[in-house]
């Protein structure tokens, strides 16, 4: 697969994007790791066919086309997987920070105009939407453009909705992979939470270009010896 380049759609010689990137990599190596948790890897397959449940959940939740779902999850392969879920299933999505308080969380649900909330683990969200905050939805063009919506850190107030169009998206990918030189045989180690932009490159370009990502489980985060393992 190519990772370098760029055609007329600012895709890269491919123009496969995230998802299509992804995909290209199930197909023809099925068997590479794709994820690395607490030492336990899981492959491109595994991940596909997780994500495949993920979809199905998805489509039985009884969404409109183009309604945003709200995804409660903290970092781990089920949270990837559910990630995407939604990206193969050209569903918006709403991924905020697990850690905000319930309150936030209900009030960023509701803004976005979600009405379900899904967990990566198949429980009941221990947060639902507000229905005291008024819905400020993506408008149809909108939504069926937009991939990821994150949040701002919401230090001083309520977390900002930041929507990240899919062409935006598929064009950082189709940069950083050459730029960074992710490829297959390359291991990327993430330590940044599933809901910080930073994510793009760490797990969603190296995921589309079939390279290893090491996700730091954030438990372990803050254990200098558990860190300077992983890297070695």
């Not at 998802?19 to 492959?43: I, K, M, Y």
């Not at 090491?214 to 070695?232: F, Q, T």
Request: hydrophobic share 45%.
């Amino acid at each position: 697969m190519t990772t370098n380049g760029s055609g007329a759609n600012g895709l890269g010689t491919d123009g496969l994007g995230l998802v299509g990137g992804f995909l290209s990599q199930v197909r023809e190596r099925p068997d590479a790791t794709a994820l690395v948790w607490n030492g336990e890897e899981t492959t491109y397959r595994a991940l596909y066919e997780r994500a495949g449940r993920d979809r199905d959940r998805l489509a039985g939740l009884g969404l409109s086309p183009g309604e945003p779902v709200g995804v409660l999850a903290a970092k781990s392969p089920a949270a990837v997987a559910l990630v995407l879920a939604c990206l193969l299933s050209r569903r918006p999505f709403l991924l905020p920070s697990p850690a905000l308080a319930d309150s936030l969380l209900a009030d960023l649900f509701s803004q976005a105009g979600c009405r379900q909330v899904i967990t990566a683990d198949g429980t009941d969200a221990a947060v639902t939407p507000n229905p005291e905050v008024t819905a400020q939805p993506l408008a149809p063009r909108e939504a069926a453009e937009v991939s990821f919506m994150l949040t701002t850190s919401g230090s001083t107030s309520l977390p900002k909705i930041v929507p990240l169009g899919r062409d935006a998206v598929n064009r950082f990918v189709a940069w950083a992979a050459p730029a960074f030189s992710i490829g297959p045989g390359v291991t990327v180690l993430n330590y940044a939470p599933l809901n910080f932009d930073l994510c793009l490159l760490d797990i969603w370009t190296t995921l589309a270009h079939g390279g290893r990502v090491v996700l730091v489980d954030p438990a372990l985060a803050a254990r200098g010896a558990h860190l300077l393992d992983l890297l070695v």
